[in-house]
T-cell receptor, first 112, second 115 residues
Framework: DTEVTQTPKHLVMGMTNKKSLKCEQHMGHRAMYWYKQKAKKPPELMFVYSYEKLSINESVPSRFSPECPNSSLLNLHLHALQPEDSALYLC???????????FGPGTRLLVL | QKEVEQNSGPLSVPEGAIASLNCTYSDRVSQSFFWYRQYSGKSPELIMSIYSNGDKEDGRFTAQLNKASQYVSLLIRDSQPSDSATYLCAVNMGLIYNQGGKLIFGQGTELSVKP
């Protein structure tokens, strides 16, 4: 299995809602990542988990809360988001000692 | 200076021509470099990785790396309309052993291959 999967594909939420994005991989990768991509811009790193521990947080607002419950799963919990948080949220995975990162299809988020 | 810089494009080439995409990076200690292709509305797809100076060829794609000049390029030979996409140069920075590292992207170059 050489795939990173993400659910849901699309999400619309209000500013008072709580929702979660999910990511799963079965490639045996022990590093997982969340990226945010706005239209016509490159992906921007949000969080890095290595061996299920948070290793990098790129000064992301606390309304985004990552969680890595096991080596295959990565969640991003969303609460009290703003309309400017609307974007494509990408999950990626890799071996921690390698640079090659494999991306999932993304979740397209719209905050109303 | 941005950490990873690319020609903003758009770059338009006729079908069958060679498309040349360029990228420079600022971190001298970076060791791994990648090219991703991203179709509109889709996620980035890894197409080339290069780690040492020189050329690396894979089918119609050739990646070139010059660490002294902090320069990475991608050549696409015999360009096809299906190659029309945004090409993202990415550099893995700050790779601390067993901590995943930060993959930093350039702004991307939009390539259009005209039939």
């Amino acid at each position: 299995d050489t795939e990173v999967t993400q659910t849901p594909k699309h999400l619309v939420m209000g500013m008072t809602n709580k929702k979660s994005l999910k990511c799963e991989q079965h490639m045996g990768h022990r590093a997982m990542y969340w990226y945010k991509q706005k239209a016509k811009k490159p992906p921007e790193l949000m969080f890095v988990y290595s061996y299920e521990k948070l290793s990098i947080n790129e000064s992301v607002p606390s309304r985004f809360s990552p969680e890595c419950p096991n080596s295959s799963l990565l969640n991003l919990h969303l609460h009290a988001l703003q309309p400017e948080d609307s974007a494509l949220y990408l999950c990626a995975s890799s071996h921690p000692e390698e640079g090659r990162k494999y991306f999932g299809p993304g979740t397209r988020l719209l905050v109303l | 200076q941005k950490e990873v810089e690319q020609n903003s494009g758009p770059l338009s080439v006729p079908e069958g021509a060679i498309a040349s995409l360029n990228c420079t990076y600022s971190d001298r200690v970076s060791q791994s470099f990648f090219w991703y292709r991203q179709y509109s509305g889709k996620s980035p797809e890894l197409i080339m990785s290069i780690y040492s100076n020189g050329d690396k060829e894979d089918g119609r794609f050739t990646a070139q790396l010059n660490k002294a000049s902090q320069y990475v390029s991608l050549l696409i030979r015999d360009s096809q309309p299906s190659d029309s996409a945004t090409y993202l140069c990415a550099v893995n920075m700050g790779l601390i052993y067993n901590q995943g590292g930060k993959l930093i992207f350039g702004q991307g170059t939009e390539l259009s291959v005209k039939p």
